[in-house]
């Protein structure tokens, strides 16, 4: 029996996002491994650098599967006054099972950066909403809108 190979992000189109909202640094990159948009089901990959470079504050809107695959996945929930709980990392090899959260959380890799696998279910395909840091939606993310804009910029 042959080995597989190893995973090589280097074969994927990778949508480069950087922007600076507030206080922290939005950098990351995204590519999108498949999508059936009338099942409601998306898979997807992130990736950071070690810059210190997030996700916007953003709350899932959908369920979601998370599998660590490469470095850290370090997250915080963003209380409605804007003040940020207890740091929690993923490493590599974690599994999450995120269901539909009411609290927003900030997002990052860690200081050698983290590619993680997200795997999105949702019945009206919203992804998820980001938000400012009073927890106002400033962008409803689907799955049209989100595959859309890969297929835009890769």
């Known amino acids: 029996m042959s080995r597989p190979s190893a995973f090589d992000p280097a074969g994927y189109r990778w949508r480069e996002v950087t922007e600076s909202p507030g206080d922290y640094l939005v950098h990351h990159g995204y590519t999108i491994l498949g999508y059936d948009l009338a099942a409601g089901t998306l898979d997807m990959l992130v990736r950071w650098d070690g810059d210190g470079g997030h996700c916007p504050i953003h709350r899932h809107t959908a369920t979601t599967t998370v599998l660590v695959l490469d470095g850290?996945?370090?997250l915080w929930d963003v209380a409605p006054d804007g003040s940020r709980g207890p740091e929690?990392?993923?490493r590599a090899g974690?599994?999450?099972l995120t269901l539909v959260e009411a609290a927003p959380h900030l997002?990052?890799?860690g200081p050698a950066g983290g590619l993680v696998f997200f795997g999105s279910h949702s019945d009206d395909g919203r992804l998820y909403d980001i938000v400012d840091d009073a927890g106002n939606v400033i962008v409803e993310v689907t799955m049209e809108t989100?595959?859309?804009d890969w297929k835009a910029n890769t």
């Open 146 to 148: 989100l595959v859309a």
């Open 88 to 90: 929690r990392v993923r």
């Open 107 to 109: 997002e990052r890799g």
């Open 94 to 96: 974690d599994y999450a």
């Open 72 to 74: 850290q996945q370090h």
